[in-house]
């Protein structure tokens, strides 16, 4: 064989090679964006996007849901981890009350899970929903937004939950929500059970709120 063709078939070897390797950089999952500064996040009115305690996880039987209000379960609410039913919420922008025992539920298949209150304004209320709806149909279908059953703590309007991540907000910042969801949404989170489909329909322990309050006892004196 000429020298040549030994020197061009070890040229395109070498091509495919390096080729073979960018392409493995640029499939491989891709880092969570960086945290926003201090500065942006007080101008949002957001606090930071923060890593909670783990509560653990699992189903409450029962008979242990006979003495399971929320508070006792998830002492600093809303919840970002701990024990749950077994059913979820189906994905969805809703404007009912949805009980945390449940959404914890998702949060540990990977969704990520946005409050608002019940004193939110209609004008950030809009934007939460408008911003949602756009994730629901691209990207971003694991997201359930639902009214927390009790009062926000610290007045927050709105609450950023995932797996073992909390962030709130006074009032509604898209920026910031973008890159809560970047960062958690799914498989760049802790999740243990993330990477299932979302829960898109109700049935087979997919829950639909349909329009009306999706709440168990015992509850929380919401006073």
Not at 141 to 150: F, G, N, Q, R, S
Not at 180 to 196: C, I, K, N, S
Request: with cysteine; glycine share 8%.
């Amino acid at each position: 064989m000429p020298r040549w063709l030994w020197v061009y078939g070890a040229v395109v070897a070498i091509v495919l090679i390096s080729l073979g390797g960018w392409l493995l950089l640029e499939l491989r999952d891709p880092a969570p964006p960086a945290v926003s500064s201090s500065a942006d996040l007080a101008e949002a009115g957001c606090t930071a996007d923060t890593r909670q305690p783990d509560l653990g996880g699992g189903h409450l039987g029962p008979e242990e849901m006979v003495n399971s209000a929320p508070s006792l379960i998830y002492p600093d609410q809303p919840p970002s981890s701990g024990p749950h039913v077994g059913q979820v919420v189906s994905s969805g922008v809703f404007d009912v009350v949805i009980d945390p025992r449940i959404t914890t539920h998702n949060l540990e298949h990977g969704y990520v899970v946005i409050w608002y209150d019940v004193d939110t304004s209609p004008a950030d209320l809009a934007a939460l929903r408008a911003w949602a709806d756009a994730g629901l149909t691209s990207d971003h279908p694991k997201l359930v937004v639902a009214e927390y059953p009790i009062r926000l703590p610290n007045e927050a309007d709105v609450v950023l939950t995932a797996w073992f991540q909390r962030q709130a907000c006074d009032g509604f910042d898209a920026a910031t929500a973008d890159a809560f969801l970047r960062a958690h949404y799914d498989t760049f989170g802790d999740a243990p059970e993330r990477g299932l489909p979302p829960h898109e329909s109700s049935g087979n322990g997919v829950l639909d709120p349909a329009g009306q309050d999706l709440l168990l006892p015992p509850l929380d004196d919401v006073n």
